[in-house]
């Protein structure tokens, strides 16, 4: 009896233990089989942006790879903040991600942020790259960057420029392109880039960093000039426009890029498949095609690579902002 009993015991021992081993390497392939279910792709703009319009053509290849829909989620509102942070609010596992621009960068560039990407996400990569373009009014006293130059010294104050709104790209650039040069100008802010081509074209401001899709029917009407691509040397996506560098401008290389990124934590297994679908889809002819169309640079790189060049603008963006004790909160 006694001999049973030890028995009837080592197997329920061994039973249990048979069972934990079980769900242990049941929970260990699990935390492999990553994704199990759809990947939700915030976008901090709304539906039919062109931001919106871009990551559903890129979600296609990307869910083809993954084995699991990518499905594009609108949530615009406050600059990107609501998206930004309903991201970071989830878990870091790879299936809440988000589409950022350098508006997030410039918001963690900021002495109080409400959120700082270098340390609340972990980067995926890039999907696309553009320059802005410096563009003069066609009746501006100088037509040249160095004319331009001579002129901002000479008149100190009496120079201006618009831009597409506080704290955009195309803000931040016409500042510390007056850094750079060592004069001040005065800037001018527009509700968007249509008010800001069309201020440029009419001679409100004296020049601007834009995107060529904004300039580009006031150049065919002869009413603005375009001067230099935002970006150390010529783009891709505006291969006739001299880059700065080419321009006799030093140091100044910016440009308007999109990545993917997701909530701190996320493991390095999701990043790295994740990261394997944006390229392909990336390389695809039908992303090539519409990239092309609209005018945009379409750009993959890794994840590393990626976050190493959110950092570098976010470092950039936070030295401006000091230096030029701009109010940007």
């Known amino acids: 009896m006694l001999l049973q009993r030890i028995v009837a015991t080592s197997l329920s021992s061994l039973a249990v233990a048979g069972a934990l081993a079980l ?16 990947v939700h792709l915030v976008v901090p703009f709304p539906g039919g942006s062109a931001v919106d319009s871009m990551m559903r053509v890129l979600a296609q290849p990307m869910s083809a790879k993954l084995g699991q829909p990518v499905l594009v989620q609108p949530k615009p509102g406050a600059g990107a903040i609501i998206a930004t942070q309903y991201v970071i609010g989830q878990p870091g596992d790879g299936y809440t991600l988000i589409v950022i621009t350098p508006s997030a960068a410039v918001k963690s560039a900021i002495a109080k942020p409400l959120f700082d990407v270098r340390k609340d996400l972990v980067h995926v990569g890039q999907f696309s790259s553009s320059p802005l373009v410096l563009a003069f009014n066609a009746n501006a006293p100088f037509k040249t960057i160095k004319e331009m130059v001579t002129y901002g010294k000479a008149n100190p104050g009496k120079l201006n420029f618009g831009s597409y709104g506080i704290g955009t790209l195309g803000h931040l650039a016409g500042e510390l392109f007056a850094q750079q040069q060592g004069y001040t100008m005065t800037h001018v802010a527009y509700n968007g880039s249509t008010q800001a081509s069309l201020s440029l074209a009419q001679g409100d401001v ?22 230099a691509s935002s ?4 783009s891709p996506a505006a291969p006739q426009i001299p880059g700065m560098a080419e321009s006799g401008v030093a140091q100044f290389d910016l ?11 996320t493991p390095a297994d999701a990043v790295e498949k994740l990261n394997a679908a944006l390229q392909i889809a990336t390389r695809e002819q039908a992303s090539i095609d519409y990239f092309t169309k609209a ?3 379409l750009r993959g790189s890794t994840a590393a690579a ?13 030295k401006l902002i000091r230096d030029a004790k701009l109010d940007l909160e």
Do not use: C, Y
Not at 220 to 225: A, E, F, H, L, T
Not at 231 to 234: F, V
Not at 255 to 260: F, M, P, Q
């Open 23 to 38: 769900a242990l390497t049941a929970g260990q392939a699990a935390a492999q089989a990553f994704p199990s279910k759809p």
């Open 206 to 227: 004296s020049f601007s960093f834009d995107t060529l899709g904004s300039l580009n029917p006031h150049v065919q009407s002869g009413k603005i000039r375009l001067i």
């Open 231 to 234: 970006t150390a040397e010529r």
């Open 255 to 265: 440009s308007n890029w999109g990545g993917i990124s997701a909530s701190a934590g």
């Open 295 to 297: 005018g945009l640079g």
């Open 306 to 318: 990626f976050g190493s060049m959110v950092n570098r603008n976010v470092d950039v963006f936070a």
